[in-house]
Every structure is written in structure tokens, then in C-alpha cells.
T-cell receptor, first 117, second 113 residues
């Protein structure tokens, strides 16, 4: 149980393109989803917390207009990287929680490797 | 500040040998603690979690971890490592009622024949 599907797994596109990444909880309802960015050989950096039906909460230093997050249903959150540039190339990972409590673990998708040429 | 520290960035063990990955936490109260494993190019898989109660927690793939309040530690152990255990391991924590999880920097495990 607790499967999170992330799509696509890899994207290669030209600079200036907008890219949408989907995160779905397949067998549970995710009240909260998280979006992380992971640089090579580094830990996960939380970008934003997404609650169903409300605006995402962005971490300090993350551009809201650059990284658009939508959490329209209890099973789907999307991250759109707008007007992507080479510096946006990274590994993006989403996670989802079944409930609000802090003791609920996050379940992770398999990540999206984004490469901007 | 609330934090999770993994002192070892890289560890090499022989196949069949025992393994211990260190994790130290800094939280005001008893945190919720997790261990995740990440294979190259993939997301994170939950190995085990600790919330309260028995301080020795059993997880998947033969892993266990022990919560030691006196040492502020939550080390991950496995009695006999398999080549397939080679991966990156992340310790993570959160405080009660707070949804955000703080990840350690990760420990890369290499398994040699």
C-alpha cells in the first residue's frame, strides 16, 4: 500500500519551456503533498508543502511564480516549472502523506530528472 | 534548531558483514524519526519509523533501528549486508504535529564482495 506515482520520470527540453510534473497517490488520499529538489550528492531540499484545495506554502528562497504548484484533488498534485532554464535542471521528488499528524510518514514518488538544454 | 545529522557520508562494508549507520537528532521533545533508502535515480523508500513505545524498531529488508534518548541517536543496523543494500540512506525527523520533515545529508553505502 501507500504507493505514490510520479510522472514523467525524465524530461529533456529546451530553455524557456514550461514543464509539468504530476504526483499521484494511487491507493490513499493525500491531504498533504510535498515537493523536493535534490542536487547531486546532496540531501533533499523541501521546496513547498501542498495542501488539497489551498495554496501551497513555499520555503524561503523558492520562487512561487517559477514553481507553480496545484493540489486540486486528494490524489493529485502538480509542479510546473515555468520558463525553465539550465539552472533548473535537477532531480525533483514528490511525497504524500495520508493524514495531518506528524507521525504519518511521507511516501515518495520515484522522482523526475529534469534536464534543460 | 531542529536537525538530523548523519556523521558518515560514505561507508564501505563487505558483503555478509554487519552494518550500522549513524543518525543523531536535535529536537526539543521526542521526535518522530524515519529511515529511508534511495537507489540511484529513484525516489525514497521508507525502511522504518519510530514514534513512541519500544525503542527497538524493526523495518523492512531486515533493517532495525534503536532510539536512544540519552545519546540523541537513532542508528540503523543490519546484521548481514547484501550487495543489493548498496544505496543512499537518509535519516529524517519531525516534531509532533509538525508536518515538515528534516532530512539528514545521507550516507552512501558501498558493499564490496
Amino acid at each position: 500500500g501507500a504507493v505514490v506515482s510520479q510522472h514523467p520520470s525524465r524530461v529533456i527540453c529546451k530553455s524557456g519551456t514550461s514543464v509539468k510534473i504530476e504526483c499521484r497517490s494511487l491507493d490513499f488520499q493525500a491531504t498533504t503533498m510535498f515537493w523536493y529538489r535534490q542536487f547531486p550528492k546532496q540531501s533533499l531540499m523541501l521546496m513547498a508543502t501542498s495542501n488539497e484545495g489551498s495554496k501551497a506554502t513555499y520555503e524561503q528562497g523558492v520562487e512561487k511564480d517559477k514553481f507553480l504548484i496545484n493540489h486540486a484533488s486528494l490524489t493529485l498534485s502538480t509542479l510546473t516549472v515555468t520558463s525553465a532554464h539550465p539552472e533548473d535542471s535537477s532531480f525533483y521528488i514528490c511525497s504524500a502523506k495520508e493524514g495531518q499528524a506528524g507521525n504519518q510518514p511521507q511516501h515518495f514518488g520515484d522522482g523526475t530528472r529534469l534536464s534543460i538544454l | 534548531a531542529q536537525s538530523v545529522t548523519q556523521p558518515d557520508i560514505h561507508i564501505t562494508v563487505s558483503e555478509g558483514a554487519s552494518l550500522e549507520l549513524r543518525c543523531n537528532y536535535s529536537y526539543g521533545a521526542t521526535p518522530y524519526l524515519f529511515w529511508y533508502v534511495q537507489s540511484p535515480g529513484q525516489g525514497l523508500q521508507l525502511l522504518l519509523k519510530y514514534f513512541s513505545g519500544d525503542t527497538l524498531v524493526q523495518g523492512i529488508k531486515g533493517f532495525e533501528a534503536e532510539f536512544k534518548r540519552s545519546q540523541s541517536s537513532f542508528n540503523l543496523r543490519k546484521p548481514s549486508v547484501h550487495w543489493s543494500d548498496a544505496a543512499e540512506y537518509f535519516c529524517a525527523g519531525s516534531s509532533g504535529g509538525y508536518q515538515k520533515v528534516t532530512f539528514g545529508i545521507g550516507t552512501k553505502l558501498q558493499v564490496i564482495p
